[in-house]
């Protein structure tokens, strides 16, 4: 049974925490109060905000953290049935505290009329704070739930579920309040997944090759632990001349830490290459998110 990590999860929550402020402040600082939307829940909440406050003349006036909320319960509980405990108790303290500070009147625009840089500034920081989520094995919720869960069934991108989301967003958006709007939200998220992308990773799938003197031990726990299968290959050192065994698999992404960290528990001398993967054809098993 794998014990409990104490350093480990601290540097989460931390990573957690942090992650979670930038998203905050991405929000109610950058993008919200110059009318632009980000993706997902938080972007549909915002359109659904708008669009009444527009059509009331002001009169009414839908508070954004508790709707984002609302939105999110059903999509948590999803998560919880579906995929991995840890993913989900991290993602539901995300989500909790974004609500929150979202549901606060705290939020105005900092860089006053100039939308081009809320849009440029408030994408950065959003892609900051969820690659920091995703990198240590949580997210900021929402439509990422179903779509991660999608992209473990289906082996397709999570970001084409997004960009497919999003764009109904920003069509939306653009229909109602005009094209500068739209544009320049396409631009906020346009840095948004950048930034993911330098952060977390481009890629759905990574390659790994460990090179161990503890093959027999690490083979076991993988194959107690997770579905994937593990190819063995006989490999000698070179300066050593030393006979060692080469393990090879394919996982994916939401993987990586766990795979990584396991490994280097077993054999903490073990060289370990990980390489991005584009696609996989064949028997490939998929597994919750760690």
């Given at each position: 049974m794998r014990t409990f990590d104490l350093r480990k999860e601290l540097r989460t929550l931390s990573s957690v925490l942090f992650g979670t402020a930038l998203i905050v402040v991405a929000i109610a600082?950058?993008?919200?109060?110059?009318?632009?939307?980000?993706?997902?829940?938080?972007?549909?909440?915002?359109?659904?905000?708008?669009?009444?406050?527009?059509?009331?003349?002001?009169?009414?006036?839908?508070?954004?953290?508790?709707?984002?909320?609302?939105?999110?319960?059903?999509?948590?509980?999803?998560?919880?049935?579906?995929?991995?405990?840890?993913?989900?108790?991290?993602t539901i303290l995300s989500v909790t505290l974004t609500a929150f500070f979202l549901a606060l009147p705290i939020g105005y625009a900092v860089m006053g009329t100039d939308t081009l840089g809320s849009a440029l500034a408030g994408g950065g920081l959003l892609g900051i704070g969820n690659g920091i989520l995703l990198r240590v094995g949580a997210s900021s919720g929402g439509t990422t739930i179903?779509?991660?869960?999608?992209?473990?069934?289906?082996?397709?991108?999570?970001?084409l579920y997004q960009i497919a989301f999003n764009a109904a967003i920003i069509l939306l958006a653009g229909f109602r309040f005009g094209l500068p709007i739209a544009v320049y939200t396409i631009v906020?998220?346009?840095?948004?997944?950048?930034?993911?992308?330098?952060?977390?990773?481009?890629?759905?799938?990574?390659?790994?090759?460990?090179?161990?003197?503890?093959?027999?031990?690490?083979?076991?726990?993988?194959?107690?632990?997770?579905?994937?299968?593990?190819?063995v290959v006989e490999a000698t050192g070179l300066y050593s001349l030393q006979s060692k065994k080469m393990l090879y698999t394919i996982i994916s992404v939401h993987e990586m830490n766990t795979y990584v960290n396991l490994i280097r528990e077993i054999d903490p001398k073990s060289f370990i290459v990980m390489t991005g993967v584009d696609g996989v054809r064949g028997n490939f098993k998929k597994k919750f998110i760690k």
């Open positions: 600082f950058f993008i919200d109060p110059v009318k632009l939307y980000t993706g997902g829940v938080s972007g549909l909440s915002q359109l659904i905000v708008n669009v009444v406050e527009d059509a009331t003349g002001g009169a009414f006036k839908i508070n954004l953290g508790i709707l984002i909320y609302g939105f999110q319960i059903p999509l948590l509980i999803f998560g919880w049935f579906k995929l991995s405990r840890r993913f989900i108790v991290y179903p779509f991660q869960y999608l992209s473990l069934k289906t082996g397709k991108s999570v970001g906020s998220q346009m840095m948004n997944s950048v930034v993911i992308d330098k952060i977390h990773t481009a890629y759905n799938f990574m390659k790994l090759e460990i090179v161990t003197d503890a093959a027999d031990d690490v083979l076991a726990a993988l194959a107690q632990r997770l579905p994937h299968g593990v190819t």
